[in-house]
């Protein structure tokens, strides 16, 4: 039993299974699956399938309050934090965020550094002023900026970036922008892999299909003080406030996501030990791939420039796109999947989520040798790019 009454996880045993590297919906920890798997049918002590027990009993209240203790607890957010469970994915925060927080006469700076920032700022111009303080379009989002490439405004309403850029697998390894000047992140790719600051944000949110759980749920974190900073009235759905008074169960929750995603965090402290010995696991998988593209003469190329190559999605090319349909083919037959890149972007993608273990991170490694050795022979050397 857990100290909310839940009983913890149930014992399981191991089946074999592919090697996950999709870029979300991801992998998830397999004892996780397990008890889900079991829990379709029957939740111990409910007599009822998870997918149906009532937002509104007790069961699900200790849900909710054992998901926000764990995440406060993993991230050490003081009582100013506030942890709302929404839906409509992290795109619709790149609507909320400015709805709620840019007033008409204010501007706020974002930074553009990829494919998902980009879209970030579709929707901030309908509110304010956006001011884009870099621009990575002209080096083809290939790196994050410098502190001194910022073009940041001392009095912006906020400043939004994304830590990690999904799509091109750039991250950042230090925090930018002003202190004193609101600071938001989309951390929808790199949330709780490693430990966080949180004292340096005011409003931090992650859809759960990555590290957390299945699609359907966006953990937003946010202080109150930014609450009450909000200026606009926003329908009653889109805003935070409303969320925060009916702590995130303003209306039917995604239940099961929110069930899933507790049994991951259990799961994170419990069987992992927390976010310190996860962000070693996870550098120790990058590591692992990195290297592979390093030693590879040129056959695998990284899209990230080195300083900014992310720890999460790891993208890279080979010499022609026949060799990266053939590499995908092979990689598939030995239970090797979700490794093709963005559609806007192509090549290769792996992402090693925080479920995906050193031992298929290994395989894929030891794949690409062998591929590479069938056929590096035979193709001509990568053009520079
Ligand atoms: N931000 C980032 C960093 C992402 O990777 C994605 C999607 N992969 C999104 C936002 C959009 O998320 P959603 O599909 O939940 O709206």
Redesign the pocket.
């Known amino acids: 039993m857990t100290e909310f009454g839940l009983p913890s996880a149930i014992p399981h045993q191991s089946v074999h299974r592919s090697h996950n590297f999709s ?2 919906p991801g992998a998830l920890p397999e004892c996780v699956l397990q008890q889900l798997s079991a829990e379709l049918i029957e939740v111990p002590e409910q007599n009822l399938s998870v997918l149906g027990i009532s937002h509104r009993s007790d069961w699900f209240a200790a849900v909710v309050a054992e998901t926000e203790e764990r995440l406060r607890r993993l991230l050490q957010l003081d009582s100013d934090w506030q942890v709302l469970l929404l839906q ?7 609507s909320m965020i400015p709805m709620n927080f840019l007033p008409k006469e204010a501007s706020a700076d974002y930074l553009k550094t ?4 980009q ?2 700022l579709d929707d901030p111009s309908l509110f304010g002023a956006v001011n884009v303080a870099w621009d990575g379009e002209a080096c083809a989002f290939t790196r994050m900026p410098t502190e001194a490439e910022l073009n940041l405004n001392s009095e912006a309403a906020y400043f939004h970036y ?6 091109e697998g750039l991250q950042f390894h230090s925090i930018p922008g002003i202190d004193g000047v609101p600071r938001f992140c ?4 790199d949330f709780l892999s490693r430990p966080l600051p949180v004292e340096r944000f005011d409003l931090i949110y ?2 759960a ?2 590290n957390l759980g299945p ?1 359907g749920l ?1 953990i937003v974190l946010i202080r109150q003080s930014q609450m009450n900073r909000r200026r606009r009235d926003v329908p009653s759905m889109l805003d935070y406030r409303r969320h925060r008074d009916a702590h995130s169960i303003f209306n039917t929750p995604p239940t099961f996501a929110i069930y899933a995603t507790l049994l991951v965090l259990r799961w994170l402290e419990e069987d992992v030990g927390g976010l310190e010995p996860m962000a070693a696991r996870n550098a120790r998988k990058a590591e692992l791939i990195y290297t592979a593209l390093d030693i590879s003469n040129g056959f695998y190329r990284g899209h990230a420039d080195s300083k900014s190559r992310s720890l999460m999605n790891v993208c890279f090319t080979l010499p022609s796109q026949q060799l990266q349909h053939a590499f995908l083919r092979d990689a598939g037959r030995q239970g090797l999947l979700g490794l093709a890149g963005h559609r806007s972007l192509g090549g290769i993608r792996a992402s090693l989520y925080n479920a995906v273990s050193e031992e298929s991170c290994q395989l894929l490694v030891d794949f690409m040798a062998e591929f590479q050795a069938r056929h590096a022979a035979s193709s001509p050397p990568a053009k520079e790019t």
């Open positions: 870029a979300g409509g994915g992290s795109s619709l925060q790149f990829g494919y998902w920032s879209r970030s994304i830590s990690n850029e999904t799509v989309d951390m929808s790719s992650a859809h299909q990555k699609a966006t």
